[in-house]
């Protein structure tokens, strides 16, 4: 198993271009999330879903979308970036075991995502 | 007011001692768990737990639940566990609390 892959791993972009992050889980998980993480902050929810053809918002999602088609895939869409969209991103996995359980948390290995 | 509090923010230790980093929580939980991130950015689970106490190797991690509190134990310090701590508290609306890291050094 790859377990949680996000792509691209660094990315640079000029104020007003777009683009997308790509998460991919292979475990089956129901729940995927996106966070970005500032330097000295806790990691913030940006947005989250709890199964394919379902999304929510988390604290941050302001400037992003989602959209979650299949099980697998959970990208997240920036719309003409801007510099306070500088951080790093984790997209994040767990599946959920019945009643109140869910499982452990497992997180793609980040993108850098800078905007000048 | 942070729904988790982690404390201490950094914390420098010797090679071989015993470190404790704790964690306080406001919500009602379902579960905590204990996340690792190292320096290059990755970040894995190492406990997630709600209730008692579970062992990993060197690293013990218990919970009081009445108490609203949480720590992790590294026996025997390594360097190699130089790292980013990061508690987080789920409550049961499957929502995530985050605190915001202990930063931990090891020092040979």
């Known amino acids: 198993n790859a377990g949680v892959t996000q792509t691209p791993k660094f990315r640079i972009l000029k104020i007003g271009q777009s683009m997308t992050l790509q998460c991919t889980q292979d475990?089956?998980?129901?729940?995927m999330y996106w966070y970005r993480q500032d330097p000295g902050m806790g990691l913030k929810l940006i947005y989250y879903s709890v199964g394919a053809g379902i999304t929510d918002k988390g604290e941050v999602p302001n400037g992003y979308n989602v959209s979650r088609s299949t099980t697998e895939d959970f990208p997240l869409r920036l719309e003409l970036a801007a510099p306070s969209q500088t951080s790093v991103y984790f997209c994040?996995?767990?599946?959920?075991?019945?009643?109140?359980?869910?499982?452990?948390?497992?997180f793609g290995e980040g993108s850098r995502l800078t905007v000048l | 007011k942070n729904e988790v509090e982690q404390s201490p923010q950094n914390l420098t230790a010797q090679e071989g001692e015993f470190i404790t980093i704790n964690c306080s929580y406001s919500v009602g939980i379902s579960a905590l768990h204990w996340l690792q991130q190292h320096p290059g950015g990755g970040i894995v689970s190492l406990f997630m737990?709600?209730?008692g106490k579970k062992k990993h190797g060197r690293l013990i991690a218990t919970i009081n639940i009445q108490e609203k509190h949480s720590s992790l134990h590294i026996t025997a310090s390594h360097p190699r566990d130089s790292a980013v701590y990061i508690c987080a508290a789920i409550n049961t609306g499957n929502q995530f609390y985050f605190g915001t890291g202990t930063s931990l050094t090891v020092i040979p």
């Open positions: 475990m089956n998980h129901n729940y």
């Open positions: 737990l709600s209730s």
């Open positions: 994040a996995s767990r599946g959920y075991l019945g009643g109140w359980s869910t499982g452990e948390l497992f």
